[in-house]
């Protein structure tokens, strides 16, 4: 009656007499709804208890002897008093509206065990399992929305993988749904990605959207906020973070939860940052997904060569889970794709991982090294040293002894510590005491990559489940004054190297391979990857991987321009002197105006650069560009900006020279221009 029949029904016309009187009943929360249904409940359970078995006791005995009900106990009098003693005591429970889920639980199973011995069916109880059930999933309620007591505060959360999203979930659990504490998590990205289960959307073997999940899904009591972190002022205790749309906004915090996942690692060898393909997303893996294929289809049709073996030969670099995994699942890919390419052989394959062996930050637990080079080589996956490489071309990679190998694709799986603080250019372990505390801060706690505890220990999603968790348990007792508690790196008795159906796994002193690991692999991720529906997903996937090979059909990410385009029209502003600026244009067509404080510095056409000082030097626009005529430009936002700057030298130095060119110039005269 208080709550309605739901989201899904048919709605029915009301009359027009009835309209407040149904407003007024959808009107009442849900909360109050459950709480009058617990005290009718209660007050059912109190009367059977003590009218029935109190007062008239002789009457269940009568039941019992009449339907020769199972006892508990050889006399029938101690049952009776037994069933008296639970059922006044329920009702009790019930009206205090204490032990609501386990009460629930407990009556379910006795009825249904009650049920299976009486001659009455299942179904007679049906409207009382229902009133269990919503006593197990919305528990006691209440008339009047509880006061929060605990002490308020803002706990700031920065990152978006395992650590940050459990440590957001602990909070949850902590503070409960009246709280006067708020919890904000920043992150790069809306939703949480599976990270060691990504080079399997490579070999196909599940479907992209299974390994994701939206992080708002996931927190729904949390605010969510899409950006990355720029300056955190310890002195004031606020964070300035810089949003997707390129706005910047400074966040209070009481305390700050620094969880920063490694990033992609693209310095130390020659050519990688331009040919190297990253496997950090969904959008890299469907796309490396594609570009294997696309190299089969190019080699089938030549002849056997320098060239054909390039195009069939694929390196990855980086020895971690995501290294060995997307070696794994493209020789799988490659193997499954034969049948459709019958001008390639097996044989002609070569696929090679290299690692660094004294990179702690990826190589596996010491114990499953053995046991995954055995894997490794029994998939015919070289394995060599990092340190070997040289530098990587479209078309090789050049080892340090002056030979080289060819090879079309160079597979970027390399990470590396994220930045120790913002602002910082260097990435090193952040030190912190056995509380997670950065060393000097009373209120920055640390549970990410880089924290200086993880330091020497091998770091997989359960360690970082801990991490966060513990860090997240100790930021809210100090907001209440509550005992903190110590963070010990500790080996677990059950670790997983993840590297899909060939994972390895080590139990004790135990280490195994083969099915076992990778079922124990996988109940591993289904814990990792929060909500029901995405785990029943990823099992079928999982299930249909059994007994049908990777599929080699590819949903290609390829979009149809590489770089965007903007039209304008004759005295539209194409930027505004003092406005932030996340954009740079290439003049395709027309002629731009160039005004600084009012007055006009320059004219600018086809081929010139505008609004690239902004992302230069990250900071407002210095001049505003009025459009003379209509005017095509090509955009580039920051991050194909920065790639262009940093991957083409030529590029980067007309930019430089054209900054230069920029502030050398003076005002116009106006009667000249005129």
């Avoid at 670099?317 to 097996?346: D, H, V």
């Avoid at 010139?608 to 430009?633: F, H, K, Q, S, Y």
Wanted: overall charge negative.
């Amino acid at each position: 009656l208080l709550q309605g029949p739901g989201s899904r029904y048919v709605p029915l016309p009301a009359p027009q007499i009835l309209h407040k009187l149904v407003d007024w009943l959808a009107a009442i929360p849900r909360q109050r709804a459950q709480f009058l249904l617990r005290i009718l409940a209660g007050l059912n359970f109190l009367y059977l208890g003590v009218n029935f078995k109190v007062m008239q006791p002789n009457l269940t005995l009568g039941i019992i002897d009449a339907y020769q009900v199972p006892l508990l106990s050889s006399a029938p009098e101690f049952f009776v008093l037994l069933m008296a003693v639970v059922e006044t005591f329920t009702g009790i429970f019930l009206l205090m509206g204490v032990l609501m889920r386990p009460m629930s639980i407990f009556l379910l199973s006795a009825f249904i065990f009650f049920a299976s011995f009486l001659p009455e069916s299942f179904t007679v109880h049906m409207l009382f399992y229902g009133i269990m059930l919503t006593f197990l999933f919305n528990a006691a309620g209440h008339w009047r929305r509880p006061e929060a007591r605990d002490k308020a505060a803002g706990i700031l959360i920065i990152g978006g993988g395992f650590a940050a999203v459990r440590a957001a979930m602990k909070l949850e659990k902590l503070r409960g749904p009246y709280t006067n504490i708020d919890v904000t998590l920043v992150t790069p990205h809306s939703e949480f990605l599976l990270g060691p289960m990504l080079p399997e959307v490579v070999g196909g073997s599940v479907q992209p959207a299974n390994i994701v999940n939206p992080i708002r899904r996931i927190l729904p009591d949390s605010q969510v906020i899409e950006g990355q972190i720029q300056a955190i002022n310890t002195e004031h205790q606020t964070v300035t973070i810089k949003r997707t749309s390129s706005a910047e906004m400074d966040l209070s915090y009481s305390e700050l939860i620094l969880a920063q996942q490694a990033e992609p690692d693209f310095n130390g060898v020659a050519g990688l940052a331009q040919h190297g393909l990253p496997i950090n997303s969904i959008g890299d893996a469907l796309y490396l997904r594609q570009w294997v294929l696309k190299k089969l289809a190019e080699a089938e049709h030549l002849a056997a060569g320098t060239a054909r073996q390039s195009l069939l030969t694929f390196a990855i670099l980086g020895g971690g889970e995501r290294g060995c995994g997307t070696a794994m699942e493209i020789q799988r890919l490659l193997l499954a794709a034969t049948s459709a390419y019958p001008a390639l052989n097996e044989d002609e394959f070569k696929v090679v991982l290299f690692e660094n062996s004294e990179d702690r930050l990826q190589s596996p637990p010491v114990d499953l090294v053995k046991t995954r080079n055995q894997l490794l080589a029994r998939f015919n996956i070289e394995l060599l040293n990092e340190s070997a490489i040289e530098s990587v071309t479209a078309t090789a990679i050049y080892l340090n002894d002056g030979s080289l190998f060819p090879c079309a694709s160079t597979i970027n799986a390399r990470l590396q510590l994220p930045l120790k603080l913002p602002g910082d250019t260097t990435r090193d372990w952040l030190e912190c005491d056995n509380y997670l505390r950065l060393n000097g801060q009373d209120h920055i706690w640390l549970a990410g990559d880089n924290s200086g505890l993880l330091k020497g220990h091998y770091t997989g999603h359960s360690e970082l489940y801990d991490l966060g968790e513990k860090a997240a348990y100790n930021a809210w007792a100090n907001t209440q004054q509550y005992r903190l508690f110590t963070y010990h790196p500790q080996r677990k008795w059950m670790q997983t190297f993840h590297m899909g159906r060939y994972s390895v796994g080590k139990l004790g002193p135990v280490v195994f391979s083969g099915l076992l690991a990778w079922l124990v692999s996988r109940v591993s991720c289904l814990n990792a990857l929060p909500g029901l529906e995405r785990n029943l997903r990823i099992v079928i996937d999982w299930i249909l991987d059994i007994p049908f090979r990777n599929d080699i059909a590819v949903l290609t990410p390829d979009r149809t321009e590489r770089l965007s385009q903007a039209y304008f029209h004759a005295g539209d502003e194409l930027m505004r002197e003092g406005e932030n600026g996340d954009t740079a244009y290439i003049i395709q067509s027309g002629i731009v105006s160039v005004f600084k404080n009012g007055e006009k510095l320059s004219e600018c056409g086809r081929g010139d650069i505008l609004g690239e000082l902004a992302l230069i030097n990250d900071a407002p626009r210095t001049a505003t560009i009025c459009c003379n005529t209509e005017v095509a430009v090509t955009c580039l936002n920051r991050e194909q900006f920065t790639e262009l700057m940093g991957g083409f030298s030529l590029f980067g130095e007309a930019i430089q020279q054209r900054t230069q060119t920029y502030g050398n110039k003076q005002p116009l005269n106006t009667k000249n221009t005129a």
